[in-house]
């Protein structure tokens, strides 16, 4: 089941609620006792930010797949998001010499430091997004070895980066609902070869058996990527039968092509970015493992650095705006999705279920 600690952070006493979230996630990840002690400083300083500098806001803490979907195990992912003030200097704020009066002392810098990866989004006026992924001690920059028995694929997927003229990278967060220790939905992304597989699912419902749903359907993508999106479907509709079932988005990118296939069924939305535009991506209606549509067409687009996909579960409000900030194709795709969630959301509009939104990215020239 996908467990996600979603701390709000309003007082002191919240802080070692964010190191525990960060030392059960890290148990989850299979994080040696370093790694574990690296990822419980990040979690407790950026709460310890998040009262100093924003009043308060909330931390979301899981094991999650690392951006690239290569095997070799989860790492942990700390996502700090406020509705502060925002930073006016995000470059001061990560330096060395920037640190929170009374914290650690460790700062923003340190954070990026002991982190694989780290990213921060924040607009003056409007709020901040920080997140951190901490593997265990042979991941560096997005990459980790191959556990055993997965040498031979990551092998291929180093061939291929040799030669693959297209690049992209995921990451997602998942909110559940009223605080729950699971949620419903799930996301998972997988590097096979030269295809890069995103897949998000809906448990109907929420609660234990919804998360039963949603992760019977990462175990199964996990083991079948190769396959089509429509094919997964299918697949996925017998391997969900006996669970309440789920609404299931899939998108693959052939990085050596730049084509993009996606193919849905039920309410997990879905919309592309275009240049300047946003496309929907429309599913077909139904429940996979319980009422699938007799056809499953696929639909295709084309692959360039200025796309940006976005899979998100009914969560998030049906009239949500598509991020607008340029500065976003560039952010860690969680960040985009978890200023996505914070921007969509509001007291006047309360959340009726579990909310996970993943997204899809070009990787910068620079990246990992």
């Known amino acids: 089941m996908t467990h996600v600690w979603d701390v709000p952070v309003h007082d002191s006493t919240r802080v070692r609620d964010a190191r525990v979230a960060a030392e059960g996630a890290a148990a989850l990840a299979g994080l040696d006792r370093s790694r574990t002690a690296d990822a419980a400083l990040v979690a407790t300083e950026l709460a310890t930010n998040l009262l100093k500098h924003a009043r308060g806001g909330q931390l979301l803490v899981e094991a999650v797949t690392p951006p690239d979907g290569r095997p070799g195990g989860l790492v942990v992912q700390v996502a700090a998001v406020d509705h502060g003030p925002g930073m006016a200097d995000v470059s001061t704020a990560l330096g060395d010499g920037f640190s929170t009066a009374g914290s650690l002392g460790a700062g923003l810098g340190t954070c990026r430091r002991l982190a ?5 989004h924040s607009v003056p006026g409007r709020g901040t997004v920080a997140l951190a992924r901490i593997g265990g001690p042979a991941r560096t920059r997005g990459r980790r070895e191959p556990a055993p028995g997965q040498a031979g694929a990551a092998a291929r997927d180093d061939a291929s980066d040799a030669s693959a003229p297209f690049s992209a990278r995921v990451g997602g967060v998942n909110i559940p609902f009223r605080g729950a220790a699971c949620s419903g939905d799930a996301w998972t992304c997988v590097r096979d070869g030269d295809r890069l ?7 109907l419902g929420h609660g234990p ?10 175990h199964e993508v996990q083991r079948s990527s190769h396959l089509p999106p429509a094919e997964l479907l299918r697949l996925l509709d017998t391997a969900l039968r006996g669970t309440r079932g789920a609404a299931v988005a899939v998108a693959q990118l052939d990085l050596r092509s730049g084509r993009l296939l996606f193919a849905g069924v039920g309410n997990v939305g879905a919309r592309l970015r275009e240049g300047g535009s946003w496309r929907h991506l429309l599913s077909r209606p139904g429940i996979v493992g319980a009422h699938r549509p007799t056809s499953l067409p ?9 796309r940006l996909l976005v899979l998100h579960s ?12 340029p500065r976003l194709l560039s ?18 509009r309360p959340v009726r279920d579990d909310t996970a939104v993943a997204v899809l990215s070009p990787t910068p020239p620079d990246g990992p």
């Open 116 to 120: 694989d990866d780290f990213d921060l």
């Open 197 to 203: 597989t995103l897949m998000l699912a809906d448990g």
């Open 209 to 218: 058996e919804a998360a039963r749903a949603s992760s019977t359907a990462v």
């Open 298 to 306: 696929e639909t295709e687009a084309v692959w360039a650095p200025d």
């Open 314 to 325: 009914d969560g998030l409000p049906s009239r949500w705006a598509p991020p607008v900030d």
């Open 331 to 348: 952010c860690d795709p969680a960040v985009t999705a978890a200023v996505t969630v914070r921007d969509a959301g509001s007291s006047a």
